[in-house]
């Protein structure tokens, strides 16, 4: 098969032709039709996740066709449309059991845990519990689109936020998973605060349904600029970038008993940075992490692609083919502008 590989952190990425994986017992492999090049992916090139044994093929945001299947899978044959969350549960642990396979402390990541879809052919382990049926009407390359950024953002909206129609939710960061958040906030009839600070990235926020926007680079004070916007503080708020300024920005602009979700991963420097927690005390606020979404939540949020309430195909970019992905990746290109980077060829 054609892949992408480095055999060191901030190395060269080349493309090359490797050996074909085969599935494991619970196994399948797919197919990759399209993969979109994610931030995490420059993470992991970079060092960041301490999972990633060199050497190794990146990408985890999948979508194609089941090659060939492993002989204790039941649920898949070879021919299946699929998707797949990034995050892969064993199916047997008690997170899994309970319905919160994001959390499963067995899970394999493709792209991280094990080589990912940079490659014509990708091997997903416990295909019964992770694997997702992919609709005739959905493409493949749109169905790219969900695997990381806007599954999280679904969850970190719906499940985690919990806002409803009216609140105010604020979204630090405006890139991927920040513009999927916008997206499926504004569908529920929240009213959304986008803070970036780059004005093409606000102005996509807005076009596809941000109430108000913010410049972060322009502001003293963000959680007055925030309270003098919202009335008084964000409902809830997201930090979709990862990083201790932004973190602290999100926590500083809730109101009273508001509530606060990181996604984004801080990393390096920032991974231990502290959280006000005297203002969480004293205005009872809520602090929740957010990582992916399970595989049995897709269905919900695949009908509501289906009846157009949400229309992820907006938020890509452009698609390209498996070595400019290389080039786009290392150099952060693939980031600085709005939009999703999709892999539709290799």
């Not at 299947?69 to 892969?88: L, N």
Request: hydrophobic share 45%; glycine share 10%; net charge negative.
């Amino acid at each position: 098969m054609k892949a992408a590989i480095y055999r060191e952190f901030k190395g060269p990425i080349s493309v090359e032709i490797l050996q074909d994986p085969t599935p494991a017992k619970d196994g399948v492999v797919v197919a990759v039709k399209a993969n979109g090049v994610c931030r995490s992916d420059w993470h992991g090139w970079m060092g960041h996740d301490i999972d990633i044994t060199l050497p190794h093929v990146p990408g985890h945001e999948l979508s194609g066709v089941i090659a060939a299947v492993g002989s204790e899978v039941r649920k898949w044959q070879i021919g299946d449309r699929v998707t797949s969350p990034f995050i892969c549960g064993c199916g047997t642990c008690r997170e899994c059991e309970s319905g919160n396979s994001q959390v499963c402390s067995r899970q394999e990541q493709p792209g991280f845990t094990h080589w990912g879809a940079f490659a014509e052919f990708v091997a997903l382990r416990y295909a019964d519990t992770n694997l997702v049926a992919l609709p005739d009407s959905l493409d493949f390359t749109t169905a790219a689109a969900l695997g990381c950024r806007f599954a999280t953002a679904y969850r970190a909206v719906v499940a985690q936020a919990r806002v409803v129609e009216g609140e105010w939710l604020a979204i630090h960061g405006c890139g991927g998973v920040g513009l999927s958040a916008v997206m499926i906030a504004a569908a529920r009839g929240v009213q959304v605060l986008a803070v970036d600070i780059d004005d093409v990235k606000l102005a996509y926020a807005r076009s596809i349904g941000a109430t108000a926007t913010l410049r972060a680079d322009r502001v003293d004070d963000m959680a007055r600029a925030v309270a003098d916007l919202t009335d008084g503080g964000a409902h809830a708020s997201i930090d979709a970038v990862g990083g201790t300024r932004q973190m602290r920005a999100s926590i500083d602009s809730l109101r009273p008993r508001g509530r606060h979700v990181q996604v984004g991963l801080l990393v390096a420097d920032e991974s231990e940075s502290a959280v006000p927690m005297d203002r969480v005390v004293r205005h009872e606020l809520e602090i929740r992490g957010s990582h992916g979404m399970q595989a049995h939540v897709y269905p919900e949020m695949l009908d509501e692609i289906a009846n157009g309430l949400l229309d992820p195909a907006k938020l890509i970019g452009r698609s390209v083919g498996l070595q400019n992905a290389v080039d786009l990746l290392v150099s952060e290109e693939a980031f600085a502008n709005a939009g999703v980077i999709v892999i539709d060829h290799f």
